[in-house]
């Protein structure tokens, strides 16, 4: 089970940070992702970080102002956002992928086992 945290309604140029609690023991063989569904749009691809955390890989839209990390003594991912933009205003996803890291293969969402329920994140302008 995951489930998001952290969403809110925040001014443009402000920061948030979600986070994603996971139960299991497996937490820290996953790699974990971030995406996001703005209404009317596909979900899309935010960033991913290795099970140990050792790797992680970004959107092109996000590098540099959004943030992957993880503590496995707390089965949790997080994601930084800084430098919002009314156009991050999305529901945000956490998932977990058992397989192996390919960093490619992150972005896609059908390589995801488990999802969590979302949170919603609304930059104004």
């Known amino acids: 089970q995951l489930v998001e945290s952290g969403g809110g309604l925040v001014q443009a140029g402000g920061s948030l940070r979600l986070s994603c609690a996971a139960s299991?023991?497996?937490?820290?063989?996953?790699?974990m992702g971030w995406f996001r569904q703005a209404p009317g749009k596909e979900r899309e691809f935010i960033a991913a970080?290795?099970?140990?955390?050792?790797?992680?890989f970004y959107a092109v839209s996000v590098k540099g102002r959004f943030t992957i990390s993880r503590d496995n003594t707390k089965n949790t991912v997080y994601l930084q956002m800084n430098g919002l933009k009314p156009e991050d205003t999305a529901v945000y996803f956490c998932?977990?992928?058992?397989?192996?890291?390919?960093?490619?293969?992150?972005?896609?969402?059908?390589?995801?086992?488990?999802w969590g329920q979302g949170t919603l994140v609304t930059v104004s302008s």
């Open positions: 998932a977990a992928d058992s397989s192996r890291w390919i960093a490619s293969a992150t972005m896609n969402p059908r390589n995801y086992d488990y």
């Open positions: 299991g023991r497996a937490f820290s063989l996953n790699t």
């Open positions: 970080i290795r099970g140990s955390g050792s790797s992680t």
